[in-house]
């Protein structure tokens, strides 16, 4: 089966900067894209960066020129490096797989809480 895991996520002041991890096992179909999405409390869940197979990164426009997606191939693990916290970045951020075939996987999700 597929599992998506995600780490790194954790409490850091304004500012401050974390790196999330999320390491994929179980998948039959060649990766797609990977990306990173996050929801808050009561709202929506938006979507945070997306990284192709080939390396293309795309990312929405409130994290733009903080946060920074990245891949490692051989190890199926996405990363992403978010720098110059803010509050409004507290979430629950989840790690996304899509492959060839179009088939979605969602990991648990990890906490990142950003103080004031």
């Known amino acids: 089966q597929v599992q998506l895991v995600e780490s790194g996520g954790g409490l850091v002041q304004a500012g401050g900067s974390l790196r999330l991890s999320c390491a994929a096992s179980?998948?039959?179909?060649?990766?797609?894209?990977m990306a990173w999405y996050r929801q808050a409390p009561g709202k929506q869940r938006e979507l945070v960066a997306t990284?192709?197979?080939?390396?293309?990164?795309n990312y929405g426009d409130s994290v733009k020129g903080r946060f920074t997606i990245s891949r490692d191939n051989g190890k199926n693990t996405v990363y992403l490096q978010m720098n110059s916290l803010k509050p409004e970045d507290t979430a629950v951020y989840y790690c996304?797989?899509?492959?060839?075939?179009?088939?979605?996987?969602w990991g648990q999700g990890t906490q990142v809480t950003v103080s004031s």
């Open positions: 990284i192709t197979s080939g390396g293309t990164t």
């Open positions: 179980g998948i039959k179909s060649r990766i797609y894209i």
């Open positions: 996304n797989v899509l492959d060839v075939q179009g088939t979605a996987s």
